[in-house]
């Protein structure tokens, strides 16, 4: 398997553009995870799916930030409008449920956004 | 809620033993499991525990204490490609699907 795919991987764009990152998690995972990263911040979790139905919106930081999953094998996560603050590595990630153990999830390369 | 604490920067040398803990609090816990990421890099998943005691895995172990809400992970015979962030993650409560990670320790390995 190719793992999680993310593109773009690096975008720049100004203040006030439409921006829209993409995800292709690993085939036959159930679960797919939007996580946003800044030194500031750390690690933070935005949205995450189960079998393409949004779960936990709640770490979208603000109404300018959406996001889908129309099938099982893509997401998108949108910000409309970009500001500054939003730049940040943007992960992807997936994993498939079990009945115990770890769950791993496994981590797309980033999009590494700067707003201007 | 749920919160998880680690240093946030360990430096030692190659060859030495490090040790990385992680207290969390959780409504529920369902195992604790530890990432890896390199600068420029994603994370990715070192281990994971469930129950109490020590999980080896190489160079790699990592330990758990459910009573203390404690766990650590320990790496021997450092490398220098061992220098990055190391995470504790928890799952959230309701054994949902999804993580909360603590804010990472960065670890620098020293010739």
């Known amino acids: 398997d190719a793992g999680v795919i993310q593109s773009p991987r690096h975008e720049v764009t100004e203040m006030g553009q439409e921006v829209t990152l993409r995800c292709k998690p690993i085939s036959g995972h159930d679960y797919l995870f939007w996580y946003r990263q800044t030194m500031m911040r750390g690690l933070e979790l935005l949205i995450y799916?189960?079998?393409?139905?949004?779960?936990?919106d709640s770490g979208m930081p603000e109404d300018r930030f959406s996001a889908k999953m129309p099938n099982a094998s893509f997401s998108t996560l949108k910000i409309q409008p970009s500001e500054p603050r939003d730049s940040a590595v943007y992960f992807c990630?997936?994993?498939?449920?079990?009945?115990?153990?770890?769950?791993?999830?496994?981590f797309g390369p980033g999009t590494r956004l700067l707003v201007l | 809620g749920q919160s998880l604490e680690q240093p946030s920067e360990v430096t030692a040398v190659e060859g030495a033993i490090v040790q990385i803990n992680c207290t969390y609090q959780?409504?529920?816990?369902?195992?604790l499991s530890w990432y890896q990421q390199h600068d420029g890099g994603a994370p990715t998943f070192l281990s994971y525990n469930a129950l109490d005691g020590l999980e080896e895995t190489g160079r790699f172990s990592s330990f758990l204490s459910r009573s203390d809400s404690y766990g650590y992970l320990l790496l021997q015979e450092l490398q220098m490609k061992d220098s990055a962030s190391y995470f504790c993650?928890?799952?959230?409560?309701?054994?949902?699907?999804?993580?909360?990670f603590g804010q990472g320790t960065t670890l620098q390995v020293k010739p």
């Open positions: 993650a928890v799952r959230g409560s309701g054994n949902t699907g999804k993580l909360i």
């Open positions: 959780t409504s529920g816990f369902y195992g």
């Open positions: 799916f189960n079998n393409n139905v949004p779960i936990d």
């Open positions: 990630a997936s994993s498939f449920r079990t009945s115990g153990g770890a769950e791993t999830q496994y």
